[in-house]
């Protein structure tokens, strides 16, 4: 592990360094962490292909400092930067390779730095997910929300007081916007039983942004964690890497 340096803590970080000039760097989502099995795919694909490896924890993730309560998706954005930054030469060819909120943060990262970037993999990506989410609990539950400043969201194993801050922050990224900016080769994988995050927001995405190529792929029997499929995602992957990241 390495830490690369915040200005108010440190993310965890793992480096794999092999061909300087090409890098894939892999982001988890909101509850998740860099030791995650499609992190654990990804970074063996990218072993099998040669090229440096990089995946972090996101701040209050893992072993990152600060707390998951406080997340909010500029963070992400900034936390990607930073690795980004400290790692990767600014020659490189860069790959994004982002899992539901990591998806979200790769998109929006590579819409503001298009040359930066040369290709995306977005796995099941959470767009709109503040939205939706507000949508579910309703109006006077988010009410509750604004005014207490958090609210408990999470499953059995992972139950966290989420800061309204995430829902202010939010309001600064339209989604409309990214997709009509975006310049960025990608690959959308995303699941038809995906419980979490609805298939139809990627298929939305991919209608909205003009630019091509933007394939997505849908699943029909993949859920949102796509636990024991690594090996489909990577194959994937891999195949349209080949087409556009050379």
């Known amino acids: 592990m390495e830490r690369t340096p915040l200005p108010d803590g440190f993310l965890a970080v793992d480096v794999d360094r092999r061909d300087a000039s090409r890098w894939w760097i892999y982001l988890h989502g909101f509850g998740s962490n860099r030791s995650g099995s499609k992190a654990t795919a ?6 099998t292909e040669g090229v440096s490896f990089v995946t972090y924890d996101a ?3 893992g072993e990152s400092s600060g707390m998951i309560e406080t997340v909010t998706l500029s963070k ?3 936390d ?12 490189a060819s860069l790959v994004l390779i982002g899992s539901s909120l990591g998806g979200v943060t790769a998109a929006w990262y590579a819409a503001a730095n298009p040359k930066r970037v040369k290709a ?7 767009f709109r997910f503040v939205d939706r989410f507000l949508a579910e609990i309703g109006p006077e539950a988010a009410a509750d929300w604004k005014s207490s400043g958090a609210y408990t969201v999470g499953k059995t194993w992972m139950w966290i007081p989420l800061k309204y801050g995430i829902v202010e922050d939010a ?3 339209d989604e409309s916007d990214l997709a009509k900016r975006y310049r960025t080769d990608t690959l959308v994988i995303h699941g038809k039983q995906d419980g979490n995050v609805p298939w139809q927001v990627s298929t939305e995405f991919g209608e909205r942004c003009p630019h091509r190529p933007l394939d997505v792929v849908l699943i029909d029997d993949g859920d949102h964690r796509f636990e024991g499929r690594g090996a489909e995602l990577t194959d994937r992957a891999r195949e349209f890497l080949a ?4």
Not at 243 to 246: G, L, Y
């Open 42 to 47: 990804f970074r063996t694909a990218a072993e």
């Open 59 to 61: 701040r209050g993730h």
């Open 76 to 78: 992400m954005i900034e």
């Open 80 to 91: 990607l930067s930073a690795a980004i930054d400290a790692l990767v030469p600014p020659s």
């Open 120 to 126: 995306n993999v977005l796995i099941a990506p959470a």
């Open 171 to 173: 309001a600064g990224y």
């Open 243 to 246: 087409r556009v990241a050379h």
